[in-house]
Structures are given as structure tokens and as C-alpha cells.
């Protein structure tokens, strides 16, 4: 049995190879039972959430992820998600490895928006305009600048300065421009793809913002719970649906599921999901002003990173 530490795991999925792992994976398939989802009171009061996410293909690979995620970790300076896979034989249920589970998730989170984005946003898109700061934030931009061309990418966060640090940290490129901004509204407003990475449980995209006639690609990654929302119900509105898969984000993704319980759209609006979006005959619909891809994670995708990590080293 292996270990697989966040270093390693960086450097066997780079973000291309993970991009066409997860088309191919997704056309497989597999099995994916709904994740279980406790809250996990703290003594101050806080809610952590443990998550358990196992997925399975038959005669192949079975991995499971533990996940807990920590508001207050930024208070003894650790990153607010933990977690932990194990990959397994589906067959004899030997463990084959054991892996850091952040990055792998950062990887194919960030990957799983960037496959979605091949397919979604259009094909000339230049800018980009990523709200939040956190750890996924750096890899979502990164996956993202490997299916489209962009030149200028903006970097909002509620604190100036983490989005200040992680321009600098990703700004080598001298023909990228990447830099922090003040103004989210403005940046929305002009960019081609927009991707939200935050914990927010109130809107922080607008579509007040978005009065430029032009078509625009919207990446929702942060909100898992039905009590976390980062586009208004006027994005949600204006906006051809898809998602990662339909079981997660009809039951968990609160982007979506507030906005049917207000009225706003149904469940018919959500227009397809990974599943369907990979297969050659798939064809976007385009009748509203922009796409809108919203993500809640899925097991599937963990194993198809954690395969694709463990095969390409036994192939050394």
C-alpha cells in the first residue's frame, strides 16, 4: 500500500491529463451512492461538516473520501477542508493507497469546472474573473487557462490582500495579465467566464452587474449545502443550467434548489449534467444570455483522479 502526499499527487495530475481523465471517466461511469452529509457541533458553536463520499466501479476500483470541513481552521492556521481517500480493489477490497485528499479534490474540482468550460463558454473567451481566495481558487484558474486562451484574469476576495497574494503567486506568465481588483461589479461585468470558490450564504455575484450584450460562462463551485448561495436569482434566471451531476446538485446545490423552491426556475431547467455533457452528440443550449455550470462534487470524480494517480505510478 502507497502513500500519496499533496506533492506527489501535484505532479502526477496536471491539470490537462485530469481534464481528458474526467471525460473519459464520466462516459464510463460508475457506481455513486448520494453522499452522507453530518453536522459536527464544535464547543465554540461552530458547524463542521463531515462528509463520506464512496464511489465504485464494477470489477475495477472502489474509493472513499472522508471529508470535514472547518470554518474556524483559519484560527490555528490550517485550510478549512480536510480530507482523506482510500483506494481500494472492488473486487477483494485490498487497499491499494492512501492519498491527501485536498489536493486531489482541489485537482479535480478545479478539472471537473475546466471540462465544463470546454464545452460551455466560448471558444474566443479571454478574461476571467475568479471570486474567492481560498486553496481551490489558484487551481480553478489554472485548469481553467488550459481549455481557453485568456490574456486578462481578474482575482476578487473579501480580503484585498489574499487576492493580492495569489495574483503575485500565479502572475510567471509575462503574457498573462493577472492581478487583484477592488470592484467586483466592474470585472464581472467585462469578463467571459466568471468562477465562484467561496463559502458564501449570501449571493456575491449579481446580475445587476452584467449589462454588457455578450455571452458569458458562469462557474459555481463553492456552495455544497442548501444554505449557501453565490448567484442572485437574476444570474439563475438568465442563465442555460448544467451541472456536475443531477442527483447532487437536486438535492445539496442551494444555487439551484432555492431558486426552484421560490419559483424562479424547475427542475426542467437544469439542462444536463457531466454525464450527458461528455457524451459527441452533446450540443449546448444557448437561448439565454449566458451558461451557468454548477458543481456540489461527486465521488466519481475523486476516483477517477485517484485511478489515474495510482495507475501512472505503477507504470514507472
Known sequence: MKYFDAEELSSLLPYDELI???????????????????????????????????????????????????????QVGLESVQSTYILSDATTGEVKAIMN????????????????????????SESLLMMGTGK????????????????????????????????????????VNIEAVNDPEKYADISDIISCATLAKEPILKGKWLKENKHRHIDLVGGYTYGMREADNEIIA??????????????????????????????????????????DTFIPDLKKSNTLFKSVGTALEDLIAAKLAYQKTNLK
Open 20 to 74: 481528458c481523465a474526467l471525460k473519459d471517466g464520466f462516459k464510463e461511469g460508475g457506481e455513486v451512492p448520494l453522499r452522507h452529509s453530518h453536522q459536527i457541533t464544535t464547543k465554540t458553536g461552530t458547524e463542521n461538516n463531515l462528509l463520506l463520499m464512496p464511489c465504485w466501479q464494477q470489477g475495477g476500483m472502489m474509493g472513499l473520501k472522508m471529508v470535514m470541513v472547518c470554518p474556524d481552521n483559519h
Open 101 to 124: 485528499g485536498d489536493e486531489l479534490t482541489a485537482r479535480r474540482t478545479a478539472c471537473a469546472s475546466a471540462l465544463a468550460s470546454s464545452l460551455l463558454s466560448g471558444s474566443k
Open 136 to 175: 481551490i481558487a489558484g487551481h480553478l484558474i489554472r485548469a481553467h487557462q488550459k481549455v481557453r486562451k485568456l490574456k486578462n484574469i481578474y482575482i476578487w476576495g473579501r480580503r484585498f490582500e489574499q487576492a493580492e497574494k495569489l495574483a503575485q503567486k500565479l502572475s510567471i506568465d509575462p503574457t
Open 238 to 279: 438568465n442563465s442555460d443550467i448544467y451541472v456536475d451531476t443531477f442527483d447532487g446538485a437536486l438535492s445539496e446545490a442551494g444555487d439551484i434548489l432555492q431558486p426552484i423552491d421560490q419559483g424562479i426556475i424547475t427542475k426542467d431547467d437544469v439542462k444536463d449534467d457531466l454525464f450527458g455533457m461528455v457524451k
